[in-house]
């Protein structure tokens, strides 16, 4: 073999591994608004990476190599503009009804439902019609969450003084308000409440749990119109989670339900 050759095929071999990386180098970039939505998310601006959505993350990541999503930390106020701005691509765990009207967006049915229930002090004489009204009673509820029961209004000023509420963004606080006499009731998702309940068992027999829903959380994710990743590309992956078991894995542990998707 000649010298020039002997070059041109080192040069082949040495080129070879950058070659059998382009497919990983191609993957499109997807960058997922994070924002702190317990269990979902748990304060990722604090560089937290626990919760519900990192796992759904990794998860997208390791089943394919087109799309590399990744976290870019957010807030349940800020999300929208950064939605619009174009510094995040997708919100998941979202609903139309929650302030996305005059948005656009693209919106995926992720299959996943919670809900919202109320929680109040286990009292002797208290029983499941003490959530019948909410009137007069000291609500605990968490800033930025949008409440059926308020027509969605996530407005603090309104729901402090239409709903005599106190409005923190700690799940945790909210149950302490309740079990401490500060509140009368709090809401929580179920989901919250199941982990919970888990990490403070000592308090569940203090606690009343209502068997009445605030509201049923089909979650959704919403992608920018000009997302790297369409709508229908992005639904065929969770479909794909679905299918292999990951997404039973991830949320049934916390109570959330993985149920069909229309057209699947």
Same mark, same amino acid.
């Given at each position: 073999?000649?010298?020039?050759?002997?070059?041109?095929?080192?040069?082949?071999?040495? +080129?070879?591994?950058?070659?059998?990386?382009?497919?990983?180098?191609?993957?499109?970039?997807?960058?997922?608004?994070? +924002?702190?939505?317990? %269990? @979902?998310?748990? &304060? %990722?601006?604090?560089?937290?990476?626990?919760?519900?959505?990192?796992?759904?993350?990794?998860?997208?990541?390791?089943?394919?190599? !087109?799309?590399?999503?990744?976290?870019?930390?957010?807030?349940?106020?800020?999300?929208?503009?950064?939605?619009?701005?174009? &510094?995040? !691509?997708?919100?998941?765990?979202?609903?139309?009804?929650?302030?996305?009207?005059?948005? %656009?967006?693209?919106?995926?049915?992720?299959?996943?439902?919670?809900?919202?229930?109320?929680? +109040?002090?286990?009292?002797?004489?208290?029983?499941?019609? @003490?959530?019948?009204?909410?009137?007069?009673?000291?609500?605990?509820?968490?800033?930025?969450?949008?409440?059926?029961?308020?027509?969605?209004?996530?407005?603090?000023?309104?729901?402090?003084?239409? @709903?005599?509420?106190?409005?923190?963004?700690?799940?945790?606080?909210?149950?302490?308000?309740?079990?401490?006499?500060?509140?009368?009731?709090?809401?929580?998702?179920?989901?919250?409440?199941?982990?919970?309940?888990? &990490?403070?068992?000592?308090?569940?027999?203090?606690?009343?749990?209502?068997?009445?829903?605030?509201?049923?959380?089909?979650?959704?994710?919403?992608?920018?119109?000009?997302?790297?990743?369409?709508?229908?590309?992005?639904?065929?992956?969770?479909?794909?989670? &679905?299918?292999?078991?990951?997404?039973?894995?991830?949320?049934?542990? @916390?109570?959330?339900?993985?149920? %069909?998707?229309?057209? !699947?």
């Amino acid at each position: 073999m000649s010298s020039p050759t002997r070059t041109a095929f080192r040069f082949l071999l040495a +080129a070879l591994p950058a070659l059998w990386l382009l497919p990983s180098q191609a993957a499109q970039l997807v960058r997922v608004g994070a +924002a702190h939505f317990p %269990p @979902y998310t748990v &304060r %990722p601006e604090m560089g937290a990476d626990t919760g519900l959505l990192p796992q759904l993350v990794e998860a997208l990541n390791v089943a394919q190599h !087109d799309y590399q999503f990744v976290l870019v930390p957010t807030s349940i106020p800020r999300r929208f503009g950064d939605f619009k701005q174009g &510094r995040v !691509d997708m919100a998941i765990f979202e609903n139309p009804d929650w302030g996305w009207k005059d948005i %656009p967006h693209v919106t995926v049915d992720m299959g996943l439902e919670d809900a919202e229930i109320f929680v +109040a002090q286990q009292l002797p004489d208290r029983q499941q019609d @003490y959530f019948a009204e909410l009137a007069g009673k000291r609500l605990a509820l968490f800033s930025g969450y949008h409440y059926e029961f308020a027509n969605f209004d996530a407005d603090p000023k309104i729901l402090a003084q239409r @709903y005599n509420a106190s409005l923190t963004y700690s799940h945790d606080s909210n149950l302490l308000m309740v079990l401490r006499g500060r509140a009368d009731i709090a809401l929580v998702t179920r989901s919250y409440l199941s982990d919970y309940l888990l &990490r403070n068992a000592k308090v569940a027999a203090q606690l009343l749990v209502s068997q009445r829903v605030d509201q049923v959380y089909h979650h959704y994710a919403m992608l920018r119109p000009a997302a790297p990743i369409s709508g229908e590309a992005f639904g065929k992956l969770l479909q794909g989670l &679905r299918e292999s078991g990951q997404m039973m894995k991830i949320f049934a542990p @916390y109570q959330i339900a993985v149920v %069909p998707v229309p057209g !699947d």
